[in-house]
């Protein structure tokens, strides 16, 4: 007995849905999240934690993911626009994006060290959080001079962003 053509058809659409709903549920449920993220400049930065499976390391985990991520949003306001045309713009991505997420990141460091109390992990910690504290002064320096449309700032603000290259370089390891 033949199979009719609309059997045929929903055998044709039904195995390879099956297929590709079979697959995802595999890869969903062997996902590990990995210890480390990428950075803008693809580098990698070690999450210097590794977990035993309790809720603290998987919290801090996660937290770390969190600060990564948001540094990488606080930098993604680059270029600036310091034209007039495009200055508003550019100050609402300083203050709104850049200024935000190096606030935000702060927080969450200072979370992070409530949560751990390895004398290596909060070092790393406070390091991590010297540089959000260093880059959110550099952003207020760009604020200013983006606002006040001058650039009598630019050597502080390169100043500082040697400051941030070197405590970032510290906290790779690459010195």
Not at 13 to 33: C, E, M, W
Not at 35 to 52: L, Q, V, Y
Request: aromatic share 10%; with cysteine.
């Amino acid at each position: 007995m033949p199979i009719s053509r609309p059997l045929s058809i929903a055998i044709v659409v039904a195995i390879p849905i099956t297929i590709i709903i079979g697959a995802s549920y595999f890869v969903i449920n062997n996902y590990k999240p990995e210890k480390h993220t990428k950075n803008r400049k693809n580098k990698i930065i070690e999450i210097t934690r590794h977990s035993t499976g309790s809720l603290n390391d998987q919290k801090f985990n996660h937290m770390m993911i969190d600060v990564y991520s948001m540094m990488s949003m606080a930098r993604n306001i680059f270029p600036i626009d310091t034209t007039l045309a495009g200055r508003e713009k550019s100050l609402s991505d300083i203050k709104d994006i850049g200024i935000y997420y190096w606030d935000r990141n702060i927080e969450v460091l200072d979370n992070l060290k409530k949560v751990n109390h390895e004398p290596e992990i909060l070092d790393k910690l406070s390091a991590y959080q010297e540089y959000c504290k260093l880059s959110k002064t550099c952003y207020q320096l760009m604020y200013k001079a983006v606002d006040e449309h001058t650039s009598k700032y630019d050597e502080e603000i390169d100043r500082q962003f040697e400051t941030m290259n070197k405590k970032y370089n510290e906290i790779t390891g690459k010195e």
